[in-house]
């Protein structure tokens, strides 16, 4: 059938959506209203859906498996900072590798038991300062959402904890809009870890604590929390709350527009805010490699009254339950502008591989510039030199037929490839249309074997790999298929779909930084460059306002 056939007869299908059990039922009723259906899975086969959304990981061999066609909800080992515990120990060792000026965005922060001495030796220091006043500390288990087993302190005869807990110091000057409390739920999605994008979601939701702030009632939880799954229990949720309103929420847009009024340089605060999120992420890369999925954290910043943000926490599955309307509002629009950010393209509908244009599959590769070749040596299921680009599409075709199976099937494709095509005849092929000198025999079977023993012993290798489709031949031509969040006209990042916008990478050098890895170090130089940008006299202005919003 040719590609023509497939693009008349594509307007007449549907995508389709494979949801996991608890999943939020907004997500299911989004996705039908754009259209999707959702996969049946007695009647479809198993790789017959576009997007598999699951509030748990996805298995590696989910990754490996993964088509062209597909989008997994999930990135492998997103843990890494959305664990209280593990995000603690990666800001620190960012903070000891690059100083505190960047990294001091986290309160100082210790993880009992196994840093009980530290915390011992940190509290008595404070207790003995002459002069200083004693700080407040608050403790978290380091596996709990929504405000569950929190406790605030000043003395440590208070401290009980009967799991794996994160103490830190508790910023007591938050900012309080009419006295109350408030902290901001940012959307991140991260479409790739390698090359690392990230987009900010420009809508979010703020979020207020239902009684004012006292550092008097420290076991107050509708005082100090700002959670909703807390605060909607409280007797003041539905009451009006002079100068914020009924319930515990505004929008994004609602704070700025409240900022901007009262003379606050609203850019200026969420510049810092991007800062932290690239920061953060940074600090966890690079994660295993995996193609086609992507992770929506939910960020947690806290504002204090000098208008510095503080990280609190990173959410894994940040809720998308709607407990009013602010939420339907923000909920809705950012799961319809998920799906468009996903970038599916009409041939994504057939999820077939044959597809003109979804041949080549969509691997991780490394950002081009304009009018350059996105070439670069990565190891395939057989390691193989760098080739250059494939001239021909239809010479693909074989090769590419013959990648539908499985990695545990290699073996045998290799076998009835070797039949259908002789190694000899193959490689001529090749150096005709490629002009490429021929890679010797042995030189392939060394690497065949090593590919083999690494497929079959460690998946860890294995999600190196899994940049490629499980061919042999494969690996003998370059891809030209980009990674779905590649603009098709530049190989770039999208800068902007929806509320989505990116900030990472944020210039050309940064962008450099991610080509075949992340230099770490040298993208902590160009935001070391934009933050001297960012510290302008307007800050002066925002200190007067201080007052003035605290007072409201």
Known sequence: MMADDYDTRGLLRPLVF??????????????????????????????????????????????????????????PEAVRITRKDYLARHLKRMKGAYGSGLYEFSPVAFIMPNDYVKFIA?????????????????????????????????????????????VQKY????????????????????????????????????????????????????????NTSINKYGASYKKYKEGIGCGCKWTFSKFRSYLRISGVDDMVLWQKINNIVILTLLAVTPLPVASNCFELFGFDILIDDKFKPWLLEVNYNPALCLDCSIDDTV????????????????????????????KAGRRRVPWSTAGESATEETPGLLTCQKVAKCTSASFVQPALQAARGSIRKVAALTKKTARA?????????????????????????????KQLQEARYSSHKSAQLSRWLPTPDFCNYKSTT???????????????????????????????????????????????KLVSKQLPSKQQNTKKRVGYLTSV
């Open 482 to 528: 980009c990674p779905y969040f590649l603009s098709d006209k530049d190989q770039r990042p999208i800068p902007r779909v929806g509320d989505f916008v990116l900030i990472f990478p944020f210039n050309e050098a940064a962008l450099q930084a991610c080509r075949g890895g992340t230099d770490t170090k040298s993208i902590i130089k160009e935001i070391n």
């Open 171 to 226: 910023i007591s000057n938050p900012l309080l809009i009419s006295g109350y409390k408030l902290d901001l739920r940012l959307y991140v999605c991260v479409t790739s870890f390698c090359p690392l994008t990230i987009y900010t979601y420009e809508e979010g939701l703020v979020r207020f604590a239902t009684e004012k702030f006292d550092l008097g009632s420290l076991d107050n939880v509708y005082a100090h929390l700002t």
């Open 18 to 75: 494979r949801l996991h059990e608890n999943v939020p039922a907004i997500v299911r009723e989004v996705l039908l209203e754009r259209g999707w259906t959702e996969f049946d899975k007695k009647e479809q086969d198993d790789a017959d859906w576009n997007l598999y959304w699951r509030n748990s990981p996805f298995r590696m061999t989910d990754h490996h498996s993964i088509k062209p066609w597909q989008r997994l909800s999930h990135y």
């Open 421 to 449: 095509h002789p190694r000899k005849t193959l490689t001529s092929q090749l150096r005709e249309r490629m002009n490429m000198p021929k890679i010797p025999s042995q030189a392939k079977a060394e690497a065949k074997n």
């Open 331 to 358: 909920k809705r629009k950012l799961l319809h502008d998920i799906v468009e950010l996903l970038n599916y393209k009409q041939t994504d509908t057939f999820r077939q591989n044959q597809v003109a244009g979804i």
């Open 122 to 166: 940190e509290y008595s220091k404070e207790r003995q300062s002459v002069g200083r006043r004693p700080s407040y500390w608050i403790c978290k288990p380091v596996d709990l959402s929504c405000g569950r087993g929190i406790l605030i302190f000043q003395d440590i005869k208070d401290l009980v904890y009967d799991c794996t807990v994160i």
